[in-house]
């Protein structure tokens, strides 16, 4: 079993939409987590970070359940630009970041 | 951004070629990172230096030789490649290593093609 699993998609939404991603993580001590958003043959970037139950900034909300070991990212409204994929980043005990396959997301006009 | 840097852009190398990779950061961070991503695949962690010393090293292969002679500068030195180690090569850095809120920010990358 992978460390992080994302669905990969590609989830294809309308302009405007709402959409949700999600990820789970196997190793209990993970400490942090990340949402990042990768363009097609770009670098990476940080998006959010989340520490304890959730974050929000804008359009985007991210929520952690520890319990269930699970991560979620909502964007809401969605924009053309929004389209890229997105990785679901683990920071497991030491500091070492483990990240996901990503999930591609596709705005449509 | 240029937050963090990376030369060359793009490389195409043969097999029995020796080149390196240049990174450097301009965010004052103490550590810096080397990741591969290939294809379809997830980013691969390399190489960590915290404070200029190397403290993992993911059981890469000996033709990858990375040095970090400062804080900001990290290199990586490839020789003898195989066609499989064609993929973007990304460098990273962060405040601290091995820290809980250890955001890392990245480099454009290196797309690499072996040939």
């Known amino acids: 079993r992978k460390e992080v699993e994302q669905d990969p998609g590609p989830f294809n939404v309308p302009e405007g939409a709402t959409v949700a991603f999600n990820c789970t993580y196997s190793?209990?001590?993970?400490?942090?987590f990340f949402w990042y958003r990768q363009d097609c043959r770009k670098e990476p970037k940080l998006l959010m970070s989340?520490?304890?139950s959730g974050n929000e900034d804008g359009r985007f909300t991210a929520q952690l359940n520890r319990a269930s070991q699970y991560i979620s990212l909502l964007i809401r409204d969605s924009k053309l630009s929004d389209s890229a994929t997105y990785l679901c980043v683990v920071n497991r005990q030491g500091g070492k970041l483990i990240f996901g396959q990503g999930t591609e997301l596709s705005v449509k006009p | 951004e240029t937050g963090v840097t990376q030369t060359p852009r793009h490389l195409v190398m043969g097999m029995t070629n020796k080149k390196s990779l240049k990174c450097e950061q301009h965010l004052g961070h103490n550590a810096m990172y080397w990741y591969k991503q290939s294809a379809k695949k997830p980013l691969e962690l390399m190489f960590v230096?915290?404070?200029?010393?190397?403290?993992e090293n993911n059981s890469v292969p000996s033709r990858f030789s990375p040095e970090c002679p400062n804080s900001s500068h990290l290199f990586l030195h490839l020789h003898t490649l195989q066609p499989e180690d064609s993929a973007l090569y990304l460098c990273?850095?962060?405040?601290?290593?091995?820290?809980?809120?250890?955001?890392?920010?990245f480099g454009p990358g290196t797309r690499l093609t072996v040939t």
């Open positions: 989340v520490y304890s």
């Open positions: 190793n209990s001590a993970s400490q942090s």
């Open positions: 230096y915290n404070f200029k010393e190397q403290t």
């Open positions: 990273a850095s962060s405040q601290v290593a091995g820290t809980p809120m250890g955001e890392q920010y």
